[in-house]
């Protein structure tokens, strides 16, 4: 099964920037459409961005337009989510998942390959 790592969150101010990162050591992600979601506490998970393998289309969600990029290098082997502009309510655990089937979807459950998640928390 591809196990995919999350890295780069953390605490950060309204208003402040991250950068995710999500990378596998043994499996090549080149062949997925990747996705990033989130979920905060009590609440469902939610996708926030997706991309093709290829890295050519994005999606996202309505909340995050704007804020956020998703992009890849499939040389590095690795996916990235820079958030921008950092809301409260952008506070959540983030999750990177693979879809080999490319559905370029945003609901979690079409996802199959998960990484263990990285704590975001936006607060002053």
């Known amino acids: 099964q591809v196990q995919l790592v999350e890295s780069g969150g953390g605490l950060v101010q309204p208003g402040g920037s991250l950068r995710l990162s999500c990378t596998n050591s043994?499996?090549?992600?080149?062949?997925?459409?990747m996705g990033w979601f989130r979920q905060a506490p009590g609440k469902e998970r939610e996708g926030v961005s997706c991309?093709?393998?290829?890295?050519?289309?994005?999606n996202y969600a309505d909340s995050v337009k704007g804020r956020f990029t998703i992009s890849r290098d499939n040389a590095q082997n690795t996916v990235y989510l820079e958030m921008n502009n950092l809301k409260p309510e952008d506070t959540a655990v983030y999750f990177c998942?693979?879809?080999?089937?490319?559905?370029?979807?945003?609901?979690?459950?079409?996802?199959?390959?998960w990484g263990q998640g990285t704590q975001v928390i936006v607060s002053s």
């Open positions: 998942a693979a879809d080999a089937r490319q559905l370029m979807s945003l609901v979690p459950h079409d996802y199959h390959f």
């Open positions: 043994e499996f090549t992600l080149g062949y997925y459409a």
């Open positions: 991309i093709t393998s290829m890295g050519d289309t994005t």
